[in-house]
């Protein structure tokens, strides 16, 4: 098992810890989430020595991260850690642009290669791979941008909101 991204001690218990928690987390209802109106920061679960969060955020979007992690109690009070996930669907997304790709493009310029067609297919056919392959790298640039600035808020959040400190929020100095 790899490293926890997050690990530190609080002084609060880890009943203290589901309760702050709680008062910030919603119910994940995966896709029925855009439609729900709900003003908590967060979405997720929080079980009894575990917890799974993400932001709740105003639009859908698959490269939104979760934070999957545990309370441990310890002699002094809770021993907190946790891993950044990528969701599957973040996967998904990149896969629904990379096999169209994959399945029609290529195939065409071996076709067009093989079948000796005019060299304007053929250079058609390149100058359209290498754009799109292009744009693929660079959604998958700024999806993973997105998802650190993301990833970094939850952890800086979690980290304020059980050392008992008043969590930072996006716009605050």
């Known amino acids: 098992m790899s490293s926890p991204d997050i690990q530190f001690r609080t002084p609060l218990s880890p009943e203290e810890c589901r309760a702050r928690l709680s008062a910030v987390t919603a119910a994940d209802r995966g896709l029925l989430n855009v ?4 003003p908590q920061l967060l979405l997720g679960r929080i079980d009894d020595a575990s917890f799974r969060l993400r932001r709740n955020m105003s639009r859908a979007n698959s490269m939104t991260p979760t934070l999957d992690g545990e309370f441990t109690p310890d002699g002094s009070g809770t021993l907190i850690t946790a891993h950044l996930r990528r969701p599957l669907s973040a996967y998904a997304a990149l896969a629904f642009w990379l096999i169209p790709i994959l399945a029609v493009i290529i195939p065409l310029s071996i076709v067009a290669i093989r079948d000796g067609l005019s060299a304007r297919i053929g250079v058609i056919a390149l100058v359209t791979i290498i754009a799109l392959g292009i744009a693929c ?9 997105y998802a650190r600035s993301e990833g970094q808020f939850l952890k800086e959040y979690l980290t304020d909101l059980l050392r008992g400190q008043a969590p930072r929020l996006p716009g605050d100095t």
Do not use: D, E, W
């Open 35 to 38: 439609f729900l109106v709900r």
């Open 137 to 145: 790298a660079s959604l998958l640039y700024l999806a993973s941008t």
